[in-house]
């Protein structure tokens, strides 16, 4: 089972990949300072943002899919769960006012950072179970279109939650209506960039990727 957990498809010397030739206690501290790295990642980017109703533009998105990537599956979900816990136990981490709070997962964008999650886990799944033996531009290509499935698994929860939100507070006007609000307003208009982040952060980790594996 323990070969199970550990196998990921990044090479030796990423953060999500245990080095070789060691065991027992760095072999558990190098996978989890990969975890809380990208927790600290995801955080800083929720302060590089521009401000937009109801839901901000940040560089978010950016970190939570190379967490995935780079991680792989379960421990890029838990470095978004890390960044969640943070936030919920008052550590000032979110992109709007208040910045923390589990109330905060009851504003419009309480189902994006659920989707958080759900995107690190995607994407890392996508690359482990496809991306094993790829190289060179296919790798890039696989890896880009894990990240747009991890964008999917983002937006999901996040527009669904966003449709309840304006049903009960946001007069969307019914269901018909709340949803079309929910994603003129909380999807379409991020599609583009979004995707652009899902390619920038799919080059990134496949260049840093090569780059260690050839030290």
């Known amino acids: 089972m323990r070969d ?12 999500g990949a245990a080095p070789a030739g060691r065991g027992g206690v760095a072999s558990l501290l190098w996978p989890l300072a990969g975890v809380a790295a990208f927790a600290a990642l995801t955080a800083v980017g ?10 901000p533009v940040t560089l978010q998105v950016y970190f939570v899919l190379a967490a995935g990537m780079a991680l792989g599956s379960r421990r890029g979900a838990l470095s978004q769960l890390a960044y969640l816990g943070l936030g919920m136990s008052g550590v000032p981490v979110f992109a709007s006012p208040p910045h923390a709070g ?15 999650v759900a995107a690190a886990y995607v994407a890392g799944l996508c690359v482990e179970r496809w991306g094993k033996t790829l190289e060179g531009g296919q790798r890039v290509i696989l890896f880009t ?50 995707s652009l982040k899902a390619a920038a952060s799919s080059l990134s980790v496949v260049l840093c990727s090569r780059r260690l594996s050839d030290r």
């Open 102 to 116: 589990a109330g905060y997962f009851l504003g419009p964008t309480g189902g994006y950072l659920v989707g958080f």
């Open 145 to 194: 279109v894990a990240g747009l499935a991890g964008l999917v698994a983002l937006y999901l929860p996040g527009l669904a939650w966003l449709t309840v939100w304006m049903m009960l507070w946001g007069g969307g006007g019914g269901f018909a209506g709340s949803l079309a609000c929910a994603w003129a307003s909380g999807v379409a208009p991020f599609l583009a960039l979004d």
């Open 4 to 15: 199970k957990v550990d196998r990921v498809m990044i090479p030796s010397g990423w953060p």
């Open 46 to 55: 929720a302060r590089l943002v521009v401000l937009r109703e109801p839901v």
